[in-house]
């Protein structure tokens, strides 16, 4: 009697197991093995180091040590002490905001300059989607011969400035340069939300008499809301977690002060001193947290309000 | 439409490529043709006299280029593999049931997407498992990284493809993984587009993980040939060789993105933004 309980399956196949009868259809249809070998790798390799992470910061686990003794909060101590932990999370935080603004800021303008799909616009699109492909690394070393003081851009402008010198301004610079490196993709995005818009809609706000800047910002803007949500989570998240583009342009300097979250614990680990780099790391994980909640749940509330 | 912006749109546009992709990518190509002697500070001219050949050369002989494009190849091609081949089994479970234990574990398998991946301690937890340095290791690492992203595109992919295709195919007694290989992977092509490329991108371009798994040595992938070639010009630039090699690292991922073009586009437009 077991196969007749299961609607869909009506031609039983002899010898099935007979258990199959009684799990619900889903069961049957869409089993969980599907999504075991996924779920098992990306608990043993991502979730585990990310708990472990809780763990070793609170050790004295160096290339000095053979074996690993719990030390409590030293190691945040250390980096509390000499100026590194606050240093990280402004600098961080600072990169993050300016990065996702520059790079939004570009996609976007691109997107609504190359909407219509022409040959001329498909081209284009191409064109500044190229940063994309190249490595972040070797975007870095591109601007650094551009940005040096004996730089391509200083020989154009016969100026002297130390584009990567300033303690102050630099960190702008390498921001732009992480804008321009990733416009592509948030350009993309914003094209896709920008076809999602019902033709109709824009139709009727032109009966209405609606201009192109009425139509924008009463119509497309809203309508945009699902990309600009996609496209500043992942930027803001993302660029919290930079590495290359500093490494290649300033390698933290000058003074530190370009020194982000990964050129630290790269620096450090590079030292030996892993459990003061896994530290910094856990600071990382729990300062993205904070910010990565509010924030989705902040833009996903504006997506239904407008 | 304003005669202006008729006219000035498309100037705006070449203006802005011109600046902001033609000057970098001018400089790019131009350096790496010229001799050491003219690269040593950067500029826009044409080389006085022309070596690419040599550089390029030079690049692939000092900069240890063939070994670094096969250990790149061993370690992202199964990373892409098994990125997608295990997120789409995962992605259409995610995306047909409906439990709150199926929600947990979609939010689970998703949160990578927001999470830092925690690279020291991965360092750690491969060494425990004899799996430092070495090419397993890494492939793990990028696998359970770029999980997230395939996923999150697959599933909600997945959830826009009706039932009834899947449902025709029950009926004549397909057991799930035929369904699985038949109907859903076929449907997929356009997501797994998307990433494929993304996730290729990533890794081919990653140093810093590559840095803490792999570490220099024999299995060292591009960038990080690249970040030793870089890094080396502490005493005399060698800005022709770098150029002569990021050139060489760019092209493969350039030749893939023209060759899925269109399949990533509508990929992105499915996957993120509904």
């Known amino acids: 009697m077991a196969h007749t309980v299961v609607r869909s399956e009506p031609t039983p196949v002899t010898g099935a197991p007979k258990k199959v009868g009684r799990l619900p259809r889903a069961a049957v249809h869409h089993p969980w093995w599907f999504a075991l070998p996924a779920i098992v790798v990306f608990a043993g390799f991502f979730l585990l180091p990310n708990l472990l992470n809780f763990y070793y910061p609170f050790t004295n686990w160096s290339s000095y040590h053979s074996d690993i003794a719990f030390t409590g909060l030293d190691n945040f101590k250390t980096i509390a002490d000499d100026g590194s932990l606050l240093r990280a999370i402004r600098t961080t935080l600072l990169y993050a905001l300016l990065a996702a603004l520059f790079q939004n800021g570009f996609g976007l303008v691109l997107a609504l300059l190359l909407e219509d799909d022409t040959r001329f616009n498909r081209f284009f699109r191409a064109v500044f989607f190229l940063p994309v492909l190249i490595s972040a690394l070797a975007t870095g070393y591109v601007f650094q011969a551009l940005l040096d003081q004996d730089g391509a851009v200083n020989s154009v402008l016969g100026t002297d400035i130390p584009w990567l010198g300033s303690t102050t301004w630099t960190l702008i610079v390498v921001t732009l340069i992480h804008g321009w490196k990733w416009m592509g993709l948030s350009m993309l995005i914003y094209l896709a939300g920008l076809k999602g818009i019902p033709g109709d809609m824009l139709e009727a706000a032109r009966m209405d008499g609606a201009g192109p800047w009425r139509t924008f910002w009463s119509v497309r803007w809203p309508m945009l809301a699902p990309a600009v949500t996609f496209n500043v989570t992942t930027a803001l998240i993302g660029s919290m977690n930079t590495f290359d583009i500093v490494q290649a342009t300033t390698g933290g300097g000058p003074a530190a002060s370009t020194e982000v979250f990964n050129i630290y614990m790269f620096r450090i680990f590079g030292q030996g001193l892993y459990a003061q780099a896994s530290a910094m790391s856990l600071v990382l994980f729990l300062v993205v947290v904070t910010v990565a909640i509010p924030l989705v749940i902040g833009l996903r509330r504006r997506e239904q309000l407008l | ?274």
């Open chain 2, 1 to 274: 439409m304003s005669p202006i912006w008729r006219y000035g749109r498309p100037a705006l546009v070449l203006l802005l490529a011109g600046l902001a992709v033609g000057v970098p990518l001018w400089l790019v190509a131009v350096t790496s043709a010229k001799p050491q002697a003219e690269a040593i500070e950067p500029n826009l001219d044409l080389p006085r006299s022309w070596q690419p050949g040599s550089n390029y050369a030079d690049a692939v002989s000092e900069g240890e280029m063939l070994r670094g494009f096969l250990n790149s190849l061993l370690v992202v091609v199964p990373s892409v593999l098994l990125v997608l081949i295990l997120g789409a089994g995962a992605a259409w479970v995610f995306a047909r049931r409906k439990s709150k234990l199926v929600s947990a574990a979609y939010a689970l398998c998703i949160s990578g997407l927001l999470l830092p991946p925690a690279v020291i301690t991965i360092v750690m937890e491969l060494r425990q498992l004899g799996l430092a340095n070495t090419r397993p290791g890494m492939i793990a690492v990028y696998t359970g990284m770029y999980l997230s992203t395939s996923i999150f595109f697959m599933t909600g992919f997945i959830r826009a493809i009706p039932m009834e295709l899947e449902e025709a195919a029950r009926i004549d007694g397909a057991p799930p993984w035929r369904i699985f290989a038949r109907i859903v992977l076929p449907l997929l092509r356009p997501v797994i587009a998307t990433a494929t490329i993304m996730v290729m991108l990533y890794a081919w371009s990653d140093i810093f993980y590559a840095f803490f798994v792999l570490g220099g040595g024999d299995r060292a992938t591009l960038p990080l040939n690249l970040y030793q070639v870089a890094s080396a010009q502490l005493y005399l630039n060698n800005w022709h060789l770098v150029f002569a090699y990021v050139v060489v690292m760019s092209l493969p991922m350039v030749a893939v993105f023209l060759v899925g073009q269109r399949k990533i586009v509508s990929g992105i437009t499915s996957g993120a933004v509904k």
